[in-house]
C-alpha cells in the first residue's frame, strides 16, 4: 500500500522525475545561453568598457581633479586598440555628463595621448614599459596647462602644483589600471591573483565609484551605496583581511573625491572588518557585520538623529549583496588565495594534470606492453617457421651442390620423390644425433643413390654450416625474448607509476584537527600538521615542532601517542629544518617495518692492496625491501673494481625502479655482455629481504654459497649460474627462505674459500665455524670469520676477500605507546 507523502520528489513518480529533469535541463541551458550573451555583449562587444569609461569620466577627486579618465583610455588604448573607440566614447559621454566644464581638457588630453603614444612608439626612445606612463603624464600636464592658460591667460603657481599633482595621480592611476584592468575585461585571467592584483582590483572599482557622485535616489546616495556592497562582496569571499582592505581602500577613494565623505573610510573598513569575522553566518553574518559597524558610527557621529539615512543606504547595499547570485562570489573566490574555492580550484587544476601526467605514462606503457608482445609473438613464429624450413633449406643446398649435375636427376626427384626425400631427410636426423651414419642407412642409401659418398660429405658440411647459423639464429632469438621480457617489466613498472600518480594526497582535515587536539592537551607545541597518507603500514605524516627538543620529543613522545592513535608502531623517519621559521623543525613521522636488517662488512684487497676487485651493497629499495649484494670482478685491482661496481650500480638502479629481481639479473647481464668485446665476467650474489614478513629471495650467478645462522643452527644457500657476461643469455635460479627473527645471513666472496690451506672442503670448514661463533653482532662475526681465514691462509692473501653480514630483528618500539585521551580512531572517520 503507497501511503501518504511517497510521492513526494518523484520517489514513484517516474513521469514527474522525468518532467522535473527536463525542466531542470531546460532551465540550465536557458542559464547558460543567459551567461554566454552577457559574456559576449559585456566583453567580445566591450559594453563593459564603455560603462566603465562612462563612470571614471565623471569621477572627480577633490572636486577639481579628473585623473582617472585618461589613465582608463591609455590602458585600453595600448592593451586592445580596437576598443579604444568604446573607451573615448564612454569617457567623453561620462564628461559631458558630469563635468562639462572640464569637457575641453579631456578632449584635448586624449588628443594629445595618442599623438605622443604614436610617435614614442615608432621612435622606441624608451623602454615599452615606460611608454604609457610617460605619454600619459605628459598628455594630462599639457592639456591642464594649455586649457588654463586659454581660460586665464596665465599660469599660476597654485594652477601649476594641481596640475603637477593631477598628472602625478593620472600616473600612479595607470600603473594600477596595467594591472587591473586586464582582470575585467578577459576570460582568460591568471591563477592566482597576486595580492598587489588584488588591490589594484579594489582602487578600480573604487574610483568607478565616485563617477556616482552625485547620484541621489530618494536622499540615499549612490556612491555609498556602491562602496559598502563592494565592501560585503569582499568581506564575504576573501574574509576579514580582504573585506578591512576594500574598506579602507573604497573610504580613501571617496573621501579623496569629497571631504564630506572623510568618516567613509572608518565605518567601511570596520564594516568590512566585522563582515569577514562573521563569513562563517553566510550572508546574514556578513550583513550584521556592515550593520554592527554602521550604527558605531552613525552613532559616534551625529547620534540617533543621523543615523536612520546610513542605516538606509547600508540595507539598500545588503538587498543587493542578497540578491546577488552565488555563482558570482564562487567566480571571485576562484582567483583569490586562501579561500576554499580557490583551493578546490587549485585541486582540480593538479588533478588535472595528475590525470593528463597518468594518461601519457599509461600510453608509453601500452607502447612497451605492445612491443614485448610483438617480440615475443614473432619470435616464438619465428622459431617454428626455423624448425619447418631449416630441412628443406639443407636439402635444397646438397641437391643444389649434387643433384643438378646427375645423370639419374629425373628418376630420383619425379619418378621417386617421396622416397628420395624421406631417406635424405633420415640421413640428416641421424648425422645430427649421432654424428655419423649407420650401416644400415649408409647400404640403403648406396643402392639408392648412385654418388653416395659424395652426397653424405656434402651433408656433414651443410650441417656445420647449418649448426652454426643455428647458432646465430639462437642468440637472435635470445635477445628477442630478453628484449620481450625487458620491455615487459618497463610496462609493469609504468603501470605502478600510473597507480602511484592517481593516489592523490587525500584531504585529512579532520584527522588533522584531531592529532593537533591530542598532542596541545599533552602541553606540546606543534606547529602545522599534514596527514600524507593513513593506510596501515603506510602513513606517513609531517608537523613542525619546536627546534631545541624536536627530535627527542618526536621519539619518545608524539611517536609513541600517534602509535596509540593509529594503533601501529610509528617512528620518526627524517628530520629536516624548516625553511620560514628556524624555531621550529619539520619532523616525518612513518609506519615502522616489521623486520629491520643491520648490516656488517669487512673486505681486504689481494695482496693487501688499496682497491678490492669485490663491491658490496646494502640498500633499501623501497616497498619494503631491503637488497644485499655482492660482486667480484674477474680478477683483482682497478679493473675488477670497475666491472663489479657497475654490476652493482646497474642493479641497485633497475631494483629500484620497481622491476622484478630476475628480470634486473637478466637486464644487467645482457647490458655488461654488450659493454666490451674483452673476456671479464662478474659474479653476484643478491639477497633480497622482505621487511614486512621476513621472506628471502636469494640470486646467485657464479658466486660462492651463503649461510643463515639461526641459533646453532647453520643453514647453507646455493645456487649453480654463470658469472655476469659470461653468455648472453642469463638462467636465473631463485632460491627461496623465510627468514626469522634473529637469524644471521653471512655472504662471502670466492677469495674466502680460495685459501692456500690444509683444508679439504672449505664449505663445510666454514659453516662449522660459523656454528660456533658465540656472537650475533653482525660486524663481529664479519670481523671474526675474516680473522680466521687470514690465519688458516698464514696471512697470505691471493685474491680479493669480502664478507657481509645481517642480522633479521623484529622491530620492537623504543617506546611504549602513551595512551591518549579521549580515545579517537582516526582510520574509522576516515573510512
Sequence with gaps: MIEKGMLKKGALDPIGDYVWRKAKNKSDQVKQTFLKGMETLFIRWGALIFILGVLLGRAVLLSELFPFALPFFAVVYAWQKEKSVLAAAGVIVGTFSGAILHGAFILLALLLFVLSYEWLSRKKWLPYAWVVPFTVFFATISARLAVIWLEEGTISSYSGTMSGIEAGISVILTMIFLQSIPLLMTNKRKKPLKNEEIICLIILLASVMTGAIGWVIYGLQAEHMLARYLVLVFAYAGGALLGASAGVIAGLVLSLATVANLYQMSLLAFAGLLGGLLKDGKKFGVSVGLLIGTALIALYGDGLNGASLPFMESLVAI?????????????????????????????????????????????????????????????????????????????????????????????????????????????????????KLSTRMRNRWKAHCHYDQQMIKMMKEELREAEARSMIVKHAQESRKLVAAQLDGVSKVMDDFVKEIHREKEAHFWQEEQIHDALSEAGLHIGHIDIYRLEEGNVEIEMSVLADIGREQAEKIIAPMLSDILKEHIIVLKEEPYEDRKEYTLITFSSAKTYQVDIGTTAV?????????????????????????????????????????????????????????????????????????????????LAMIDLQDASG??????????????????????????????????????????????????????????????????????????????????????????????????????????????????NLPEWKAIPVRPSISLRKKAQ
Design 319 to 435: 538587498g543587493l549583496f542578497i540578491l546577488t547570485p552565488k555563482s558570482v562570489f564562487l567566480y571571485i573566490e576562484k582567483y583569490i588565495p586562501g579561500t576554499f574555492e580557490y583551493a578546490n580550484e587549485q585541486q582540480k587544476q593538479m588533478k588535472k594534470m595528475r590525470d593528463i601526467t597518468a594518461q601519457k605514462v599509461e600510453q608509453f606503457s601500452q607502447l612497451f606492453q605492445a612491443l614485448s608482445k610483438s617480440f615475443a609473438f614473432q619470435t616464438e613464429e619465428r622459431e617454428k617457421e626455423r624448425e619447418e624450413e631449416e630441412v628443406d633449406e639443407i636439402l635444397s643446398k646438397i641437391t643444389e651442390k649434387t643433384c643438378q649435375t646427375c645423370f639419374r636427376k629425373e628418376k630420383c626427384w619425379v619418378n621417386l620423390f617421396d622416397d628420395t626425400y624421406d631417406q635424405m631427410a633420415q640421413m640428416l636426423d641421424e648425422i645430427e644425433t649421432r654424428g
Design 605 to 685: 684487497a689481494k695482496g693487501g692492496g688499496w682497491i678490492s676487485g669485490d663491491s658490496h651493497a646494502a640498500v633499501d629499495i623501497g616497498k619494503g625491501k631491503f637488497a644485499v649484494a655482492i660482486s667480484d670482478g674477474m680478477g683483482s685491482g682497478e679493473k675488477a673494481h670497475e666491472e663489479s661496481s657497475a654490476a652493482l650500480y646497474i642493479l641497485k638502479t633497475i631494483l629500484a625502479s620497481g622491476m622484478d629481481e630476475e628480470m634486473a639479473i637478466r637486464s644487467v647481464n645482457s647490458i655488461l655482455s654488450l659493454r666490451s668485446t674483452e673476456e671479464m665476467f662478474s659474479t653476484l650474489d
Design 697 to 810: 629471495k636469494f640470486i646467485k650467478i657464479g658466486s660462492t654459497p651463503s649461510f643463515i645462522k639461526r641459533g646453532d643452527k647453520v643453514i647453507q644457500i646455493e645456487a649453480n649460474n654463470l658469472p655476469f657476461g659470461m653468455m648472453e643469455h642469463a638462467e636465473v635460479d631463485v632460491v627461496n627462505e623465510q627468514l626469522k627473527d634473529g637469524d644471521l645471513l653471512v655472504m662471502m666472496s670466492d677469495g674466502i674459500f680460495d685459501i692456500q690451506s690444509a683444508i679439504e672442503n672449505v664449505e663445510i670448514w666454514m659453516k662449522r665455524m660459523i656454528g660456533q661463533m658465540d656472537t650475533n653482532d653482525p660486524q663481529e662475526m664479519a670481523d671474526r670469520l675474516l680473522e680466521r681465514v687470514l690465519r688458516m691462509s698464514e696471512g697470505t692473501i691471493d685474491d680479493d676477500m669480502t664478507i657481509m653480514t645481517a642480522k633479521i630483528t623484529r
